[in-house]
């Protein structure tokens, strides 16, 4: 079955040669003139002025690395405080759990004394301490 479907995918994707003249016929289809790419008109560069009017281009420099760290220190913290408020979230329910188990195992301690006691009593013999009084 494997060898079946693996025959037919190389049948199916086996080279094929192209038909005689598919390259004359492709370039004679493309245009002869060849159109200008299209673009976008530059701006004037403009003088230096100051030094303060560097201070924008500096800020716009450093602007997106900034909120790049910004945004990942913001991320760290983030994901630390879900993190401690899920471990947190965790440890209450643990809690809760082990408080539920120990109700159910000293709700079954309580059945288990009345069943043992129960049993006790019905296989307990009579008394006979009256008969050994009367004897003495």
């Known amino acids: ?5 693996e025959n037919r995918l190389r049948g199916a994707l086996r080279r094929i040669d192209p038909p005689d003249g598919f390259a004359e016929r492709l370039l004679a289809a493309l245009p ?10 530059l701006r004037a560069a403009r003088p230096v ?8 281009t500096r800020w716009r420099r450093f602007a997106v690395p900034g909120a790049l760290a910004a945004s990942l220190l913001a991320a760290v913290f983030l994901g630390q405080q879900i993190g401690a408020q899920r471990y947190a ?4 329910a643990g809690l809760e ?12 301690s ?4 009345v069943a ?8 307990a013999p009579p008394p006979h301490g009256d008969a050994e009084e009367t004897r003495t």
């Open 97 to 108: 759990a082990s408080r539920e188990l120990m109700q159910a195992l000293r709700v079954t």
């Open 49 to 56: 002025v100051a030094q303060s009017a560097a201070s924008p």
């Open 89 to 92: 979230n965790e440890q209450r």
């Open 32 to 41: 002869e003139k060849e159109l200008p790419a299209p673009v976008a008109a």
């Open 110 to 113: 309580k059945k288990l004394d």
């Open 1 to 5: 079955m494997n060898e079946d479907i």
């Open 116 to 123: 043992y006691q129960a049993v006790r009593e019905h296989d």
